[in-house]
């Protein structure tokens, strides 16, 4: 059975860097049938997709945080992390990575959830 | 950020009919793209709920139905019951410069 555990700092200041892993297990990220990806929730408020990495490494990202987002696959470790730039307060959520089966892009669907965690930017 | 609009609320007495609508526009929902639904319980993770073809999730009662038309989709949830209180998202693909998966507003269903 596929699982997902996020982990990273819980308080992060402005203008600083989030860093944020996903171990996975029960598959290998190395897997060509998955797509690993990220998304946040501010309190509140709704979900928002941040992108996705496929095992080769290819990514896309949302455009309206594209200038700020890198996500990358760890392979030796079977994580994938997230790293988001030039934080401020609007970027306070919760965190989820997620899993989804290869999918044409316009029909896919997120099966696999992490648990979350919350990231507050704060000084 | 949110590119599909939900109503905020909706509510209804156990064993009720309920439905919540999602509205997108030409580039998600109205050009043809699968919508899906999660639902998510306050301080859980998101759950696949059921996806576009009305293919529910092993363990998803078929209480939970789809439907779509032109840019709007809907979730209809009858026989409400208790267990059903949580919040609920749509969720499809935009073609547009908002981004790739996009989801909607979130609906709070209460049981009264």
């Known amino acids: 059975q596929l699982q997902l555990r996020e982990s990273g700092p819980r308080l992060v200041k402005p203008s600083e860097t989030l860093s944020l892993s996903c171990s996975v297990s029960g598959v290998s990220i190395n897997s060509p049938n998955y797509y690993w990806g990220w998304f946040r929730q501010p309190p509140g408020k709704g979900l928002e997709w941040i992108g996705t990495?496929?095992?080769?490494?290819?990514?896309n990202y949302n455009p309206s945080l594209q200038s700020r987002v890198t996500i990358s696959v760890d392979t030796s470790k079977d994580q994938f992390s997230l790293n988001l730039n030039s934080l401020t307060a609007a970027d306070t959520a919760v965190y989820y990575c997620a899993a989804w089966k290869w999918c044409m892009v316009y029909v896919c669907y997120f099966d696999y959830w992490g648990q979350g965690t919350l990231v507050a930017v704060s000084s | 950020q949110s590119v599909l609009t939900q109503p905020p609320s909706v509510s209804g007495a156990p064993g009720q009919r309920v439905t919540i609508s999602c509205t997108g526009s030409?580039?998600?929902?109205?050009?043809?793209?699968?919508v899906h639904w999660y639902k998510q319980v306050p301080g859980t993770a998101p759950k696949l709920l059921i996806r576009?073809?009305?293919n529910r999730p092993s363990g998803v009662p078929d209480r939970f139905s789809v439907s779509k038309s032109g840019t709007s989709a809907s979730l209809a949830i009858t026989g409400l019951q208790a267990e059903d209180e949580a919040d609920y998202y749509c969720q499809s693909y935009d073609s547009s410069l908002s981004g790739f998966y996009v989801f909607g507003t979130g609906t709070k269903v209460t049981v009264l």
């Open positions: 576009d073809n009305n």
């Open positions: 990495i496929y095992f080769s490494g290819s990514t």
């Open positions: 030409s580039s998600n929902i109205g050009a043809g793209y699968d």
